[in-house]
């Protein structure tokens, strides 16, 4: 990724004013907040890469031919720390927002993550964490206090923020309260809501675009996505998130569990949690909600966001459903998102979902499920 999306280039300009024209040279923070999917990480690393370069354009822009820009290229470059989560920095599908077409795994340029701290060292065989830890955090006071090599910037990105634990947030509140000099803090979230207000509010905060379905099916043509529409409709309009369904297996792994949830005399949630425990379950409670959202929306209004081409399922499914106790699955699914980074159980916690799923959509009549 050697440039901006172009639905960026506004939110680009409009920053690079706000940041250079008023001279507000104060700003030591930012945060890129917006959903997952539109391409905040690219951003950032972009922003990153510009501040650091030695002949940036008018506009701001990295020159991608100076030293600076090769070394971060390289993922070399000295004034420049990449702050992930364990898991994250060694699976680019994983939970990367920007669908890694840009980033390799190991190419991330001066990454840090969990697997070089003592703590996680220490637990070997555990499973790599999903958090940002406070030994990530403290690490980077030697980075902050060497002087940068090149006599700039030097420039923290912390991706996702919101997987920041209470210890790494509160110790990074500290470098934001006293904020170091020449340092930027450069902080990416798909839930800005989870961070601390304290943090919150000592960012500059950019709130990063949504294209319109428009530009976002243009760009997906443009990358060889076969249906961008249905790609896109089913990505929420998160264009980057669009291209994990043009994956086959993703998709037919997505298919089969809307088939099996949209019968639901057929549906063995036992059966069903058992097949999906291996699966990424933040990912899979957001395919419950998105059916959730298209069922409720089919019955209040006669459209659907996400399924376009599973009407005659949701057809079939909606006029059944009394949408109060949707409702209230809908709540569970956002509490259950929560949780999914997380869960004790992983085949339990599934089986759960799916048994309230089917509660949720027939409580007119429950014995006569239980008949059938
Ligand atoms: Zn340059």
Known sequence: MKNIYSWQKEAWRRLAQDVQGSRRSSVHALLLRGRKGLGKLAFGRYLAKSRLC???SAEGEACQTCASCRWFEQGSH???RLIEPEAMSGSPDDNRE???SDIGPGSTPGSVSGAT?????????KKPSKQISVAQIRDLADFINISSHQNGYKIILLHPAETMNAAAANALLKNLEEPPPRTLFILVTHHAQYLLPTIRSRCLQVAMPVPDPATAIAWLKQQGIKDPETCLASAGYAPLSALEFNDDDYLE????????ISVLAELSPIALAEALQKSDLSTVV??????CYDLM???TTGKVRYHLDRLAAIELLAPGIEPRSLATYSRTLAGAQLLASHPLNTRLFLEELLFSYVAALS???PSSQVEA
Do not use: C, M, V
Not at 117 to 125: F, H, L, V
Not at 253 to 260: K, L, M, N, S
């Open 286 to 291: 957001n395919w419950l909600q998105k059916w």
């Open 297 to 299: 929306s089919f019955r």
């Open 253 to 260: 792994r997505h298919g089969d569990f809307i088939e099996q």
């Open 78 to 80: 000295p004034d420049y």
């Open 98 to 100: 920007d669908g890694s």
């Open 54 to 56: 030695e002949n940036p």
């Open 117 to 125: 701290t003592e703590s996680s060292n220490a637990k070997s065989r």
């Open 363 to 365: 409580p007119a009549s």
